[in-house]
């Protein structure tokens, strides 16, 4: 029986992955449960997967469910402070990080510390902190399992190979929603339009950087990170029809793709029970009915975040940091309709030109740069 954690419970990776423990309930073990503030779901889960502890992002809220759990034998608690009594429980086997942000770094360093697991799904951890996390993991002898489609793609392509004899990594993109568009044309997008992936199924704020291609970037980052490759190994290419999730490509010439529908469980499933496979139940791809599979350049001057995420990303220090920080804080606004969607990115590159750079930050730094960007941004947009 494996026992896990999920960091991020109630969010659509959160909820595909306990989709995975009740087809495998006999395999398969909830101990922790943590969420930002829908504690209504979380409710829910709790009746459901009995779990030890839990834990709620907002305080207010975490003391509501306190109260509506408090004939049950779990532990509710809050912050920062829950979701490391989450990840470090004393039985968890595997840490799911699924939270969104960068609340996610310190608790999966304090699981790495006390020898869990991770199947990571927190883009931020390895984007912000790859240079913290990727030694300490190695040190601590814990795997790092990725859960992104894309990732778990290369890591599977990566299977049974010689590493050393890799010669890039290709790194599929669907193009989102405003594929083949021009500036001129984004220029009237609204909420509504870029939440509709043609593809995919997510949450709202990794929806709108799917279609910025802000997302891919972050995903470039976190692959050199996971994969200890450098930023020119790293090729993005747009894949509409989401069939091969990535691919890699060796010193001989020979590629290796993973390919499948467009289904979340499958890189968390392979992740939970790595190095097995398991039954999953779904749609299969049906090449006589798919019929073609195409590529397209992406269009760095159209989609400036992604050209943007490899200048970062190649000078390294606290710039990724500042990259993440702006984009978060420009989709929250352009959610809540203050900014227009060609903003994210005129945001984004503001930050990074007005930061001085830190080149080797320890966590409390990235904090800080997190904090310096939200008050350089707010300063000039509010």
Not at 68 to 88: E, F, N, W
Request: proline share 4%; net charge negative.
């Amino acid at each position: 029986m494996k026992k896990i954690a999920i960091l991020g419970s109630t969010g659509s990776i959160g909820t595909q992955t306990l989709d995975v423990v009740r087809a495998y309930q006999e395999e398969l073990e909830v101990v922790s449960l943590a969420a930002h503030s829908n504690i209504d779901l979380l409710e829910k889960q709790i009746l459901e997967f009995s779990p030890k502890v839990v834990s709620v992002w907002d305080e207010k809220k975490a003391m509501e469910l306190k109260h509506r759990v408090q004939h049950l034998p779990v532990k509710v608690c809050a912050g920062m402070d829950g979701l490391i009594a989450c990840s470090t429980e004393s039985s968890v086997d595997i840490v799911v990080g699924a939270v969104v942000g960068m609340i996610g770094i310190i608790p999966t360093i304090e699981a790495i510390k006390a020898g869990k697991d991770i199947a990571l799904a927190n883009k931020e951890t390895l984007v912000c902190a790859g240079h913290i996390i990727m030694p300490l993991a190695a040190k601590k002898n814990v795997a790092l399992l990725p859960v992104d489609s894309e990732h778990s793609a290369i890591f599977q392509s990566m299977n049974g190979e010689n590493k050393k004899e890799i010669h890039k990594i290709i790194l599929t993109a669907s193009g989102g929603p405003f594929r083949g568009k021009t500036v001129e044309e984004l220029k009237q997008i609204k909420v509504e339009d870029a939440l509709k992936h043609p593809n995919w199924s997510m949450g709202r704020k990794i929806t709108i950087d799917s279609s910025t291609m802000v997302n891919k970037g972050l995903e470039v980052i976190e692959a050199k990170w996971l994969f200890d490759v450098s930023f020119d190994q790293i090729e993005v290419v747009i894949q509409p029809q989401s069939v091969i999730h990535s691919m890699v490509e060796y010193e001989d010439g020979a590629v290796m793709a993973q390919l499948g529908t467009p289904d979340m469980k499958l890189p968390i499933q392979y992740a939970l029970f790595y190095p097995n496979r398991k039954f999953l139940k779904g749609d299969r791809l049906d090449f006589a009915k798919l019929q073609q599979i195409t590529f397209e350049k992406p269009n760095f001057e159209t989609f400036r975040g992604l050209k943007l995420a490899y200048e970062v990303g190649r000078t390294g220090g606290s710039l990724p940091t500042v990259f993440n920080a702006a984009n978060e804080l420009a989709v929250d606004m352009f959610l809540n309709r203050t900014i227009s969607y060609l903003e994210i990115p005129e945001m984004i590159e503001y930050a990074i030109n007005q930061h001085s750079l830190r080149k080797n930050p320890t966590i409390e730094e990235i904090l800080e740069v997190e904090k310096e960007t939200y008050e350089a941004i707010n300063h000039k947009w509010r």
